[in-house]
Structures are given as C-alpha cells and as structure tokens.
C-alpha cells in the first residue's frame, strides 16, 4: 500500500505538468506511453520487443496516436494520410504471418491489430480532448481518478459480494458503486461549477457520469481479462505497485473516447 501510494504521489508530480502544458510536451509523452503499452502487450503475448512484428506495431501506435492538427498539417498534395498508413501497417503485420512461416499467426496478429488500435486510439482521444476542451479533460480525470481509488477503498473496506471473480477476484460491488456514487458526486458538481457543458442539464450529465464511471471500471476490467488469459498479474513492472502502463490507464484508453464522441468536448 505504500509503495502503490508513492509511486503514484510520484507520478502525478511528474505527469500533471505535461497535461497543463499540453502540446508538443504532451503529445511526446503519451506517444512514449502508447510505445510502453505495445511493448506491454508483446511482452504478456511472449512475443520479442526486437522483432518485425514489434516494429510495425509500434510504428502503427505512433501513427494511431498523433493528433488531428499533425495530419492537418501535412502538404494536401501528400500521397499517404492516417488512414492509409494504418492500413498499410495492418498489411504488413498481415504479410508477416506468411513470411514466417505462421511463427506469427493470423491470431497474433489479430491481438496484435487490436491492442494498437485499442490502446493508439484511446491516447489519441487523451490528446484530443485535452486540445479541444481543457475542462471537460479534467472533468473526466475526476471520473477515472475517482472512480478507481474510491472502488479501491470502498472495497477494502466494506467489500463483500465479488463483481467478476474469475476476471479480477478483488473487485467488489460494493467498491464498484462506492466509486461510481463517489465520482458522480464530484464530477457533476466540478461540471455544474465551471459550466463547460451547458448543453447538458443536471439529470444528462449525472447520467452520462455514471456512465463513464461504468465505462471506465470495464476499461480496467478488460485489462484484467488480458491479464488472466496471458496469465500475468501485472502488465509491466515499470510502477512499483501499480504495475505498467496498460494497469494504470487502462480506464483512460475507454473513457476519453467516450468522453469526445459523446460530445463532451
């Protein structure tokens, strides 16, 4: 519990200013996270860091990842966009099983296609909504942060009835309504103070909370179901207490997404 603590005090001291500079900063740092991610993913899947496969799943993270305003940027004459690029990677991951031999399947390829896009398109809506509306980001900090460290001492404390043992056996009801509740509380009360979204009343956006609050715990549920399957208990140890990357924005990747295509930015 300490070390979970510190390392956590840690982490926040060094990943706020990134997100209150934004930009370039930003985008660097969560380009290098989604990097971790992947190599994450290859390391549960036993599969080499140093590997074709390894190269064009980070190079197609990095593509996933980049913001609107980088493409936009480009000269309009280019032959290559977003789009075009991910496929081309895919192409080529795809090639690759024939090229091996089936070393690498069609199956780890497919994981391999889903964990790119999974984890490049939820830190690129990390990035979005951070760049569109500075207010509705925090608004869903609140909710993840929330969410996760009161489902946590709810839990503990008063946990009693298991939510999805065989996915995640420490994760109770109990916790998973305490946080919900607790989350609810404070993200529409932040959202009703600062008024980023007048569009919605009072009984749409304790709704739309409680979804990404629900969102949010699936989000760490669903990394929880890759850890059974590949039978570890962490992600990664780069988070003395936390685990890796993957463990600890696994909520991140499904709530910010959400939070952009439900109009909240």
Do not use: C
Not at 3 to 16: D, K, S, Y
Not at 83 to 102: A, D
Not at 166 to 177: D, F, H, L, V, Y
Not at 232 to 251: A, C, E, Q, T, W
């Amino acid at each position: 519990m300490k070390t979970r603590v510190i390392t956590g005090i840690i982490a926040l001291i060094i990943f706020i200013p990134f997100v209150v500079i934004g930009g370039i900063p930003l985008t660097l740092l969560v380009s290098l996270l989604g990097l971790i991610a992947v190599g994450e993913l290859l390391f549960m899947k036993k599969r080499l860091l140093v590997s074709f496969e390894a190269l064009i799943s980070f190079l197609a993270v990095i593509v996933t990842i980049l913001p609107n305003a980088f493409w936009a940027s480009l000269p309009a004459q280019m032959f290559f966009n977003k789009k075009s690029l991910i496929y081309f990677f895919i192409l080529l991951i795809l090639i690759v099983t024939v090229l091996s031999n089936n070393k690498l399947t069609f199956d780890d390829a497919g994981s391999l296609v889903l964990g790119v896009l999974y984890i490049g398109f939820g830190f690129h809506f990390f990035l979005q909504a951070r760049a569109e509306e500075w207010l509705a980001f925090v608004f869903g900090l609140i909710i993840v942060w929330l969410t996760d460290s009161f489902a946590y001492i709810v839990g503990r404390k008063f946990g009693k009835h298991k939510l999805i043992p065989r996915i995640s056996p420490n994760k109770t009801w109990e916790g998973s309504i305490g946080g919900t509740l607790i989350a609810t509380i404070a993200a529409v009360s932040f959202a009703l103070v600062t008024n980023f979204a007048p569009e919605f009343n009072l009984f749409e956006l304790i709704i739309v909370t409680v979804l990404l609050s629900i969102a949010g715990q699936f989000g760490d549920l669903i990394e929880s179901a890759f850890k059974r399957f590949y039978g570890v208990k962490d992600s990664g140890n780069m988070l003395p207490g936390h685990g890796g990357i993957l463990d600890r924005f696994d909520s991140m990747l499904v709530v910010m997404p959400l939070l952009v295509l439900m109009g909240l930015t």
